[in-house]
């Protein structure tokens, strides 16, 4: 089967592999997780945990809380598994894509051939150091390996590995299109800019385009650009886009400094990428947005709903798992960073941060919640002013 | 396949005990796979009546197929002996190895 006109092709064993780590990650997230408060509220709880602190001010209490966790058998074993099934699941998407990896080589020169969209590399392009040092969600090569003439293997890997993770943590909404975040952005903007009508989007970060796809579907009359750090991934992901019928102009280049002009844009987006970069980057990131932007143009940044103020000393730094145990580097950054304020020293006005939830079918979008809610993204949102 | 560039930390205080980890995992996806496999042509040769009794247990492979059979098995024993090869070098080894 194909989960979208130009996936991979999966057989029958691969997905009862997959559905298998699926299965195991829904189980340990889901029903094996909680004991890990129960084991801290057990043996590490201190009476002060529950009192308000500023996730700042609380960073040398939640060190302590890691180094407890980290000498608690069941913490080791829960942990060692979860990290065992994600290596287990990148290894399996990586043989699902290497079987299949010349068919998809040769549909990308085919597409490259008759498209209507574009896709552009740069081999000089660097890769910032907290992509390159590790890596990130320990997909071996991460996003940048780029290891054969047309290579689209990263973007194939991460396109099935994401959607993989994405049931794993009980995300179901997309299924194997993993296209979640695309459509709350675009919820939250038909919600809050009903007047915004596009003729070119910026999408900073795209990795395998699947959620630039929403915001193309949203908006069929921009001119949609995406830009991602690795060649295999704009590859890919143009590859992907013009499978759907939704062409759009692919380029590498760092959503730190990109190559376009001032006023360039009427909408420049964001989805999960910041969590991936560091607190410095992440500030550069959102400056960038600003500068891209027209005056009267809208940039939305969408994130994992991780934010510590909502969150007591425990969650804070076990909602991080990720950072410490599965080569995220950036968690923490984002669970502490005051968005409003990012914002606003960017030059944005009319900010709004706040949780919103993944559009469902027959109901309306709510507002953005201030404090979480089940399967809602965190979005931060401004205008560059006239 | 790249090869995994990590900067976590190792979890169990026996680095052997997060390979063992990984091989338990790696045998629970393989053995579904199987099972499923093994579902799927039991239901399709009974609802095709393709299979006289007794054909299963009276079968015996081919040269080729045997030697498919013992390919597929290296591969498999290669993916259950991957996170042993993996974790030379990796960080807590040669702490464990000295106690």
């Given at each position: 089967m194909q989960f979208h006109p130009e996936s991979p092709v999966l057989h029958d064993a691969d997905l009862s592999r997959l559905r298998f780590v699926t299965d195991l990650k829904r189980h340990l997230f889901a029903k094996a997780g909680p004991e890990n408060r129960r084991l801290y509220e057990a043996r590490l709880a201190h009476p002060?945990?529950?009192?308000?602190?500023s996730p700042q001010a609380a960073g040398a209490r939640r060190e302590e809380i890691r180094l407890g966790m980290e000498a608690e058998p069941y913490f080791q074993a829960w942990s060692a598994v979860l990290r065992a099934s994600q290596d287990l699941m990148w290894d399996y998407v990586g043989r699902v894509v290497d079987g299949d990896l010349d068919r998809l080589t040769d549909r990308f020169a085919a597409a490259k051939a008759r498209s209507s969209g574009s896709v552009t590399t740069d081999p000089t392009l660097a890769v910032p150091d907290y992509l390159a040092s590790r890596d990130t969600h320990r997909m071996p090569g991460s996003y940048h390996a780029d290891q054969r003439p047309d290579d689209v293997r990263a973007g194939a890997v991460y396109d099935l590995g994401g959607a993989i993770y994405q049931l794993g943590i009980g995300n179901a909404t997309g299924a194997l299109l993993n296209d979640s975040r695309g459509r709350t952005l675009v919820a939250f903007l038909h919600r809050n800019y009903p007047a915004l009508a596009p003729l070119r989007i910026l999408d900073m970060g795209c990795s395998a385009g699947h959620n630039t796809a929403p915001v193309c579907a949203a908006f069929p009359k921009a001119e949609v650009h995406a830009i991602d750090i690795g060649a295999a991934m704009v590859r890919y992901a143009f590859l992907r886009a013009e499978g759907l019928g939704l062409p759009a102009h692919f380029s590498q280049q760092n959503a730190e400094h990109t190559n376009f002009e001032d006023g360039s844009f009427d909408l420049v987006v964001s989805q999960i990428v910041l969590h991936e970069t560091t607190p410095e980057a992440m500030q550069r990131i959102i400056a960038e947005s600003f500068r891209l932007l027209r005056p009267g143009g809208v940039a939305v940044h969408l994130e994992v709903p991780i934010r510590y103020e909502h969150f007591d000393v425990f969650d804070q730094f076990f909602r991080s798992w990720e950072q410490y145990y599965n080569d995220e580097p950036n968690i923490e950054g984002v669970g502490v960073a005051d968005f409003r304020q990012l914002a606003e020293q960017a030059g944005f006005t009319g900010v709004h941060t706040g949780f919103q939830p993944i559009p469902a079918k027959d109901v309306p979008t709510p507002a953005l919640s201030a404090s979480p809610l089940p399967g809602s993204w965190y979005i931060v949102a401004g205008t560059r002013p006239a | 396949m790249p090869a995994l560039n990590s900067q976590t930390v190792q979890l169990c205080g026996d680095p052997n005990i997060d390979r063992l980890f990984a091989m338990v995992l790696a045998l629970g996806a393989e053995l579904t796979a199987v099972s499923e496999e093994l579902d799927t042509l039991k239901r399709v040769i009974t609802e095709q009546k393709l299979l006289a009794p007794d054909s299963l247990k009276r079968y015996r492979p081919s040269p080729d197929a045997q030697a498919e059979r013992d390919a597929a098995r290296s591969a498999f024993v290669a993916t259950l002996m991957a996170p042993f090869e993996q974790a030379i070098?990796?960080?807590?080894e040669a702490r464990a190895g000295a106690r």
């Open positions: 002060d945990d529950k009192a308000p602190r | 070098g990796a960080p807590g």
